[in-house]
């Protein structure tokens, strides 16, 4: 039988995700979902979006203690 990965946060519910910086099993409810924008001259032209549809975004899933500590721009 497979072992379940406790979060490393709350150390309650199984992680079903696992954070981008340091790498430590998160759950749904610990997980932080950071957007940065895309500042790439392929995305924007002139300062606006070329496209109302797809944003250059990425997103990063995170802990709460690397969301504190790390500059994500």
């Known amino acids: 039988m497979a072992e379940q990965k406790l979060c490393g946060i709350c150390g309650k519910v199984e ?19 950071v957007e940065i924008p895309e500042e790439s001259l392929g995305y924007q032209m002139k300062g606006t979006t070329l496209s109302p ?21």
Do not use: H, N
């Not at 549809?53 to 721009?73: N, P, S, W």
């Open 15 to 33: 992680a079903t995700e696992v954070c981008s910086v340091c790498g430590i099993p998160l759950c749904t409810a610990c997980v932080r979902k």
């Open 53 to 73: 549809i797809r944003r250059g975004t990425q997103v990063k899933k995170v802990c709460d203690k690397c969301l504190a500590e790390v500059e994500f721009i």
